[in-house]
């Protein structure tokens, strides 16, 4: 089961604290990617902000996650035309707590591996 977990947030184009228990009884989906400003992640964040509005219409919250700040999310969001189109939280584990608890967090590194995790809305892990 998924605890609550309180997470820092760049959201509707501000800092924000989320908590997950806000999101009880909603599927939660957790996309984790490395780092802002590369090459590849945002393509994949664009796909997603592309279906956002699908994903609420299945009762279903997108936190994308990486271990940038805040401010670097609102830097990457204010600057790319791409990521611009993110509506969804964009979640700042500085420390890496939220990786590591899903087991995509490189030590050595600081960041995250990609990975995708689907919560159901009684707080289950049901798909990885």
């Not at 009884?25 to 780092?35: E, T, V």
Request: with cysteine.
């Amino acid at each position: 089961m998924l605890p609550d977990l309180e997470m820092k947030a760049y959201y509707k184009d501000s800092e924000t604290t989320l908590k997950t228990s806000d999101y009880n009884g909603k599927w939660k989906i957790f996309f984790f990617y490395p780092a802002d400003f590369t090459f590849v992640c945002p393509t994949e964040l664009g796909e997603l902000a592309g279906m956002y509005p699908n994903f609420q219409k299945e009762n279903a919250e997108i936190f994308s996650v990486s271990t940038d700040t805040v401010f670097v999310h609102k830097a990457w969001h204010d600057q790319s035309e791409t990521i611009k189109k993110i509506e969804f939280p964009m979640v700042a584990d500085t420390t890496g707590s939220l990786s590591q608890l899903f087991g995509t967090y490189i030590p050595s590194e600081g960041l995250s591996l990609r990975g995708s995790f689907i919560v159901n809305p009684d707080g289950k892990l049901v798909a990885i």
